[in-house]
């Protein structure tokens, strides 16, 4: 079964600084996608990142890191020097390819609320 | 700029009263995906098509169907809606149903 794990629920940040966001998942799939999504209070879901998972490089796009181990089975996200705009849920989401996984659903995670205080 | 189109943004109906919600798309993708979300949860997925092809999530019920008469056009119909099925209603698209899906702004139901 599919499935993805973001254990924070809530984190507080004042601005600037950086702060993780954690994703575990589990599949048994051999070729799988991994994702993140952001929703701000507006409600439009934004996506961030695609990896696949033949691809554990990490990748780097302005503040925003990801950590894709496959050891852990962990692909966690980082925002470096966080601002005001940074604030929302963050949601962690996986798609699977083998027989056995709904082909086309993402399994997402429960989400991470993210507060960045002035 | 190519993008997904959700209408109405807010709809407010009454218990029992049918409703629809439509999507459309500029970007010529392939798949639609219609979602259900309520407050401080994750996405729900309700139906996909993948081209003409239509999926049917197991525990989606038999209250919601969906049309989708052309590649650009997607449309959900509650057809008795309860209490419960106030929620934000989100319309996805993707090129292929293994990669990344692009949402529209969502429409809003509530259910007096």
């Known amino acids: 079964a599919q499935k993805v794990t973001q254990a924070q629920t809530e984190i507080s940040v004042v601005e600037k600084e950086d702060v993780t966001l954690d994703c575990v998942y589990e599949?048994?799939?051999?070729?799988?996608?991994l994702f993140w999504y952001k929703q701000p209070p507006s409600g439009e879901l934004v996506f961030l990142i695609r990896?696949?998972?033949?691809?554990?490089q990490n990748e780097i796009s302005g503040r925003y890191s990801w950590n894709f181990q496959k050891s852990t089975s962990s692909f966690n996200f980082t925002i470096t020097a966080s601002q005001v705009v940074d604030s929302a849920v963050y949601f962690c989401?996986?798609?699977?390819?083998?027989?056995?996984?709904?082909?086309?659903?993402?399994?997402f995670g429960r989400g991470t609320q993210l507060t960045v205080w002035p | 700029d190519a993008m997904v189109i959700q209408n109405p943004r807010y709809q407010v109906t009454q218990f029992g009263k049918p409703v629809t919600l439509s999507c459309s798309q500029t970007?010529?993708?392939?798949?639609m995906y219609w979602y259900q979300q309520k407050s401080s949860q994750a996405p729900k997925l309700l139906f996909h098509?993948?081209?003409?092809?239509?999926?049917n999530e197991a525990d989606t019920p038999d209250n919601f169907q969906s049309r989708r008469p052309n590649t650009s056009f997607c449309f959900l119909d509650i057809r008795s809606p309860g209490l419960g099925d106030a929620a934000m209603y989100l319309c996805?698209?993707?090129?292929?149903?293994?990669?990344?899906?692009?949402f529209g702004p969502g429409t809003r139901l509530t259910v007096t």
């Open positions: 989401a996986l798609s699977g390819t083998d027989r056995g996984s709904t082909l086309g659903r993402l399994y």
């Open positions: 098509y993948y081209d003409k092809d239509f999926n």
């Open positions: 970007l010529n993708h392939n798949v």
């Open positions: 996805a698209t993707s090129t292929h149903p293994l990669y990344e899906q692009y």
């Open positions: 599949t048994r799939d051999t070729t799988y996608y």
């Open positions: 990896r696949n998972s033949f691809d554990e």
